[in-house]
């Protein structure tokens, strides 16, 4: 009907409500029963009783992942960047293809429609670009982060016992953990569809070597970063021109507050979503100021400066996982004053702690040799066949001899 209409007006009150009626699941699945149990938490404390009783329903999979990318669709149509497609075949399709609906990359219709209509058959280097991708996917997920995981979930699971040594330690930990959990899993999903012939957006690009909560974000779940900034950030960011530079502040929290409150309805995200806003809007103001300050010495061309900046994001970024980690506000804040003012020798499991490390650091070498010399080294992609299949086979027996095999879920499948 968007498509069809010539009339403005009505193109935009068809696309609130379509936006609307695609919202409503998520809205109701993910929020209601948050709301009303808090509500008939708070009622009891005032000794009120409330008619609704308490309710937890189980959420429907992938529902975070395939509301955003009909929303996406959604807004396409009305902006007239796609048009709407006749075929319902190719839409449940887009809606529901299986690699990506638990837990993403976020797709464009732009990109996948055309890919369905022109279905080409699988080929060889599709087949070899995909099992590559699966291969190191697979190593992020069960060698770098269900290894970091038995770690990080044994003191985290025990935030009142664990002292600020061990908290130190497991908040260092969780973002690799993080990254090589949804890393490994964007990779899966990428090679899956690679097999098939479809190829996907890609989700990260080496987070840990940006100097900037900025540049940070463009490299960090890239998917939901570039949804938010093209659906969201820009028109409030358009809309509040007028206020110059506190209006790019304002759509930045607003922003990066519904990002937190999308992941999971909690106070714990609310906080991180402002958080994150709060650190984007600091770099906002100063943006000219450093961007002068860096141009005067030649910083950008300096390499402990760059290496103190990487440092600085990180562990911006970690602060902010504390609450994305923690069960609790409460807790959140026991982590952090624990880690500043309760110092103690940190909970040693040596076999894990050493492989989460050896790991980690295998992890970043790859990650460096593809930010700094991709083109000088190559091992996966090199015209030795001997090296190349070396290198699988190291992959393959370092998963096998170090990986973890008791089946823990993606972390984002929670969301």
């Known amino acids: ?91 449940a399709l887009f809606v529901s293809f299986f690699p ?20 080409k058959a699988i080929d060889f280097e599709d087949l070899k670009g995909g099992m590559k991708m699966m291969l190191w996917g697979y190593f992020m997920k069960l060698v770098v982060a269900d290894r970091i995981g038995i770690y990080v979930d044994v003191v985290y699971g025990n935030i009142a016992g664990s002292n600020g040594g061990s908290l130190l330690v497991a908040s260092i930990l969780y973002p690799f953990q993080v990254y090589a959990d949804l890393g490994g899993y964007t990779l899966l999903a990428m090679g899956v569809a690679k097999i098939l012939g479809i190829k996907v957006v890609p989700n990260f690009k080496r987070p840990f070597f940006a100097t ?24 409030l960011s358009f ?14 929290e607003i922003t990066f507050l519904i990002s937190g409150i999308w992941h999971v309805a909690s106070w714990t995200m609310v906080v991180w979503g402002l958080m994150q806003g709060t650190f984007l809007s600091i770099e906002a103001l100063h943006k000219v100021k450093r961007g002068a300050f860096e141009k005067k010495y030649n910083l950008n061309s300096k390499s402990l400066y760059l290496l103190f900046c990487m440092v600085v994001t990180f562990f911006l970024f970690a602060v902010s996982e504390v609450f ?73 027996f370092t998963i096998i001899l170090f990986g973890v095999f008791d089946g823990n879920s993606f972390i984002y499948f929670q969301f």
């Open 1 to 91: 009907m968007m498509d069809k209409t010539e009339d403005d007006e009505k193109k935009k009150k068809l696309m609130i409500i379509n936006i609307i009626l695609i919202l409503m699941p998520l809205l109701f699945y993910k929020y209601f029963m948050v709301i009303n149990n808090d509500m008939i938490a708070w009622l009891d404390g005032q000794n009120i009783r409330w008619p609704l009783p308490e309710m937890k329903f189980l959420l429907p999979i992938g529902i975070s992942y395939y509301t955003f990318m009909c929303i996406g669709y959604t807004i396409d149509i009305y902006n007239e960047e796609i048009e709407a497609e006749k075929n319902i075949g190719i839409v």
């Open 100 to 119: 990506l609906i638990l837990s993403g990359p976020i797709e464009r219709a732009g990109n996948l429609f055309p890919q369905f209509r022109n279905f």
């Open 212 to 235: 900037s909560m900025a540049e940070f974000w463009r490299r960090w779940h890239m998917s939901l970063i570039t949804w938010l900034t093209d659906y969201l950030y820009t028109p």
């Open 239 to 252: 809309s509040y021109r007028k206020y110059g530079i506190w209006g790019t502040v304002l759509a930045l």
């Open 324 to 396: 994305g980690r923690a069960e609790t506000v409460s807790d959140s804040w026991t982590v952090l004053k624990k880690i500043v003012v309760d110092q103690g020798t940190p909970y040693l499991d040596l076999t894990t702690l050493t492989y989460s490390v050896i790991g980690i650091v295998i992890l970043l070498l790859k990650d460096f040799k593809d930010e700094f010399i991709e083109i000088k080294i190559s091992i996966f992609n090199n015209n030795s066949l001997l090296l190349r299949y070396a290198a699988y086979l190291g992959v393959i």
